[in-house]
């Protein structure tokens, strides 16, 4: 039998929660006495192989301008891939449903369908 995922909280996930809230901060630690303790105190406790300053900088406004640039490109990616209002394709498409249930009792709520663009100019436009 196979285990049910639910979202509800295990004893797997906080320990996996709380594993990667003390690898954050460890990291956070890390970084920040990477970027403002000063070479020369780190050579003096013996830790001599760190990345240059400049990446300390560097690192999170490359990040930041990844993340501008992937919205940008999603944006494109959507303007490009959206038909433009002069299309036929967007009145209808091969998924609309357009049938005719037929006769149906008086008190029935018919079912959901497309409406024909012809009916619809017919219905708000024709002067009765």
Same mark, same amino acid.
Request: negative net charge; glycine residues 4%.
């Given at each position: 039998m196979t285990q049910e995922h639910r979202p509800s909280p295990t004893p797997e996930r906080a320990i996996y929660g709380y594993v990667l809230y003390l690898a954050s901060y460890i990291g956070l630690g890390l970084y920040l006495v990477w970027a403002y303790i000063p070479d020369s105190w780190l050579s003096a406790i013996g830790l001599t192989y760190w990345p240059q300053k400049y990446?300390? &900088?560097? $690192? /999170? +406004?490359?990040?930041? &301008?990844?993340?501008?640039?992937?919205?940008?490109?999603? $944006?494109?990616?959507?303007?490009?891939?959206t038909t433009p209002l002069t299309s036929v394709n967007?009145?209808?498409?091969?998924?609309?449903?357009?049938?005719? /249930?037929?006769?149906?009792?008086?008190?029935?709520? /018919? /079912?959901?369908?497309?409406?024909?663009? +012809?009916? +619809?100019?017919? $219905?708000?436009?024709?002067?009765?």
């Open positions: 990446w300390a &900088v560097a $690192l /999170p +406004v490359y990040l930041c &301008v990844i993340i501008l640039l992937f919205y940008l490109t999603y $944006l494109g990616l959507i303007f490009i891939n967007i009145i209808t498409d091969s998924h609309a449903n357009t049938q005719d /249930p037929g006769p149906l009792p008086p008190d029935a709520i /018919p /079912p959901l369908r497309d409406l024909d663009i +012809v009916e +619809v100019n017919r $219905l708000l436009y024709l002067d009765r």
